[in-house]
């Protein structure tokens, strides 16, 4: 049986992943509609895989006894001063969800709850490649600078990326 206050940091972090799906889902429709396929293709898949961290709360809150609250969502920033600041809003946020992740891995711990600690692992290493990527573009992007071709390049790389998941 889940323990309430475990419980309620795992809801928490539910509404944290919808809305990292939202944002995302929102950053994915700017960029589309600035003509970046290859990178609105990227960040829709991005958006996906979110809603997929949200569903495995759900699911796992479920079978360990609790109820899971399916929360509002918050309308996300419809603009983005350019596909720099998306990257940038990006890793702001993936920053602040690997800060919430560790809450709760320390909580189980504090709590004695190894097996929310364990499912938590998986979260733990997706938050090191997720921050580690967005990283990585946000230094593509400013070697890129004003540079056209090669955001015409890292739009078509981003596609191929898309398009390979792994
Ligand atoms: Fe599910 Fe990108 O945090």
Request: charged share 25%.
């Amino acid at each position: 049986m889940l323990k309430s206050i475990i419980e309620k940091a795992l809801n928490k972090q539910i509404e944290l992943e919808a809305s990292s799906s939202q944002f995302y889902l929102s950053m994915a429709s700017w960029t589309e509609s600035q003509g970046l396929n290859g990178t609105s293709s990227f960040l829709y898949q991005h958006s996906d895989e979110e809603r997929m961290h949200m569903l495995k709360l759900v699911k796992f809150i479920n079978e360990r006894g609790g109820t899971a609250v399916i929360p509002a969502l918050i309308k996300p920033p419809t603009t983005f001063k350019s596909i720099t600041h998306v990257f940038e809003c990006l890793l702001e946020h993936e920053i602040n969800v690997t800060e919430s992740i560790n809450n709760i891995v320390g909580l189980c711990l504090e709590e004695k709850d190894f097996t929310t600690h364990n499912f938590m692992q998986w979260y733990v290493a997706e938050q090191l490649e997720e921050e580690a990527l967005a990283r990585t573009t946000i230094d593509k992007l400013n070697m890129i600078g004003e540079d056209k071709g090669g955001l015409y390049l890292f739009d078509r790389d981003l596609k191929v990326a898309s398009s390979n998941p792994e």
